[in-house]
């Protein structure tokens, strides 16, 4: 019987809620005691009532909801290794024996700190005396199990974060209801989403809505001189008959110097140079808000479920895992490694190697 702790932390995601609840439900089915962790790593370092046992009731009709319903936040103490050593030994107070952090790339970054660092942390805590030497045995290994809650879908090692789906759902839906104005009135739109430095939602959108131009920062434009392939391609597609134009471009998006390329700059070009009307329309916490969509539900659920299993098969000598979904299978791979692969893309995209971030993310897809 294992003692599992849970949290949310980082950045909400819709179907963090359809996770927490077959963290708890399939631990009660299997013996296990779930512990709910309020506020992500806050209530980590706080402890006290912010640790508190799961019953299978407290997670009714959370698979509908959108957010984090145990709350989530970005806690400074915990980039500390006091906050860190303060955490380990309120697990330890509550019993729990294995943690699951739904989160992203930062959040599982954390928690792949603590996995490292854990072993010296029960050292230390028992020299000062704040745990016995009964609690520094039982307690010599900590089991922690990675999920990804991120709209971005940013992490390397799983196709599908928990949320993006239901984050690009809102964003088709958004876009279908600017392109019916946009199409009333002629006008062209320039839609920005959300991302980070990753440019999966805007992909996907741009393909989904029939954009006429896309920014992504995996790709930024060939040339220096990308306005006037961008008003050439805009213009030919109105000349051909079409009565919008729709540039969408993601909040990470560079030009191949790495600076910015922000909504308002290409609106004044569409201005400037093609003499379109052009409205900017920045979709922001609109994307991360509502019901999470079936697939974060389904995924959520079924993550969730493996996360507790994951952590009933585990040895003291298993690596932490994260759970993952490749080609449609949910998978387990070492958290190490994911974290690993995650920070290899983005240097690669800060050394402006993108053939090598491309290179390595379809790597981690081919595993
Ligand atoms: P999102 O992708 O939605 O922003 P995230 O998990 O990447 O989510 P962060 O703000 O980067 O969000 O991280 C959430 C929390 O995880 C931080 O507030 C901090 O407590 C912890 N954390 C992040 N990076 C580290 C790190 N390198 N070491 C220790 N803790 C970290």
Not at 140 to 147: N, S, Y
Not at 302 to 320: D, N, Y
Request: charged residues 25%; contains cysteine; aromatic residues 6%.
């Amino acid at each position: 019987r294992k003692n599992i702790g849970i949290l949310t932390s980082g950045g909400d995601a819709q179907g963090m809620n359809p996770c927490v609840r077959a963290v708890v439900r399939m631990a009660i089915a299997r013996r296990c005691r779930p512990f709910f962790i309020y506020e992500g790593y806050q209530g980590l370092v706080d402890g006290g009532d912010k640790i508190r046992e799961a019953q299978w009731s407290d997670v009714s009709g959370f698979l509908t909801l959108g957010g984090t319903m145990i709350g989530t936040a970005r806690c400074k103490a915990f980039r500390e290794l006091e906050g860190r050593r303060t955490g380990v030994l309120n697990l330890i107070r509550h019993g729990i024996d294995a943690l699951v952090v739904i989160g992203g790339d930062g959040s599982l970054t954390g928690a792949d700190r603590l996995r490292a660092e854990w072993p010296e942390h029960v050292a230390a805590l028992e020299g000062e005396g704040k745990i016995t030497k009964e609690q520094a045995d039982r307690f010599r290994t900590l089991m922690i199990v990675g999920m990804v809650g991120s709209i971005d879908n940013d992490l390397a090692s799983t196709d599908m974060t928990i949320g993006a789906c239901s984050a690009l759902e809102r964003i088709c839906e958004s876009v279908d209801a600017i392109l019916s104005t946009a199409t009333s009135h002629q006008r062209a739109f320039v839609v920005e989403v959300m991302g980070r430095h990753c440019g999966w939602l805007a992909l996907n959108a741009a393909i989904s809505t029939g954009a006429d131009y896309l920014f992504i920062p995996e790709a930024p434009p060939k040339h220096d001189d990308w306005e006037a392939s961008m008003c050439a391609t805009l213009k030919a597609s109105r000349d051909a008959g079409k009565r919008t134009s729709l540039v969408i471009v993601a909040e990470g998006a560079i030009d191949r110097h790495l600076n910015p390329i922000k909504a308002d700059y290409i609106r004044d070009i569409l201005a400037s140079r093609l003499g379109y009307d052009t409205r900017v329309t920045i979709l922001g916490h609109v994307q991360r808000g509502g019901a999470p969509a079936h697939f974060d539900r389904f995924l959520g659920t079924m993550q969730g479920a493996e996360a507790v299993e994951a952590i009933l098969r585990a040895t003291p000598q298993t690596p932490s895992p994260v759970i993952g979904m490749l080609e449609n299978k949910i998978t387990t791979q070492p958290l190490k490694e994911a974290i690993e692969l995650t920070g290899q893309v983005a240097q690669a995209i800060e050394a402006k190697d993108f053939e090598r971030a491309i290179g390595l993310r379809a790597a981690s897809f081919a595993k």
